[in-house]
């Protein structure tokens, strides 16, 4: 027996966008100021229904992203983040490469001093995928202190260069 679709159970495409559509087609990352910049806490986000398609088969893939952060100067807005990744919910993009974009758009837009993203991928044909990518910002003073660092060493070496030549 054959089940045709009833008027009612066909999305036409002229049919406007619902409003949770909408929102997940406009989600961008939005951030707001640390309200404790300078002390180093962690920001631990959890969103369990991360969905995207196999850009081969077209099949869906689930997901879990964990992301743990070191804010800087700005916080990532938790329903944005929640909106933005729905927005994959569509997208053809391989395991590997949705996890690095989730992580290149995420310092883009709050520039954390660090980032862990974790993509767990639900199995599919008895294959359990875990992707994980890291970002660590090197602080001014860090980044400083190697270059004097440097300096020094530079300094040393043409300091006994002279002293061999000299002395030779």
């Given at each position: 027996m054959t089940h045709l679709p009833t008027q009612n159970s066909v999305?036409?495409?002229?049919?406007p966008m619902k409003y949770g559509e909408r929102a997940i087609a406009e989600g961008q990352l939005i951030t707001f100021p640390n309200p404790r910049i300078g002390r180093r806490y962690h920001i631990d986000i959890t969103l369990p229904e991360f969905t995207c398609k196999c850009p081969f088969s077209g099949y869906p893939d689930f997901a879990t992203i964990h992301i743990?952060?070191?804010?800087?100067?700005?916080?990532?807005e938790l329903k944005a983040?929640?909106?933005?990744?729905?927005?994959?919910?569509?997208r053809y993009i391989s395991h590997e490469e949705s996890v690095n974009q989730i992580l290149d758009d995420f310092v883009e837009a709050c520039d954390p001093l660090e980032v862990t993203i974790k993509g767990d991928f639900a199995p599919r044909g008895n294959v359990h995928t875990v992707i994980e990518v890291q970002h660590q910002?090197?602080?001014?003073?860090?980044?400083?202190?190697?270059?004097?660092?440097?300096?020094?060493?530079?300094?040393?070496?043409?300091?006994?260069?002279?002293?061999?030549?000299?002395?030779?």
């Open positions: 999305v036409s495409d002229a049919q743990r952060y070191i804010p800087n100067e700005r916080v990532v983040i929640k909106l933005y990744i729905n927005s994959y919910r569509d910002k090197e602080e001014k003073q860090e980044k400083q202190k190697k270059q004097l660092n440097f300096l020094k060493k530079i300094k040393a070496s043409i300091t006994i260069f002279w002293i061999c030549w000299f002395s030779g």
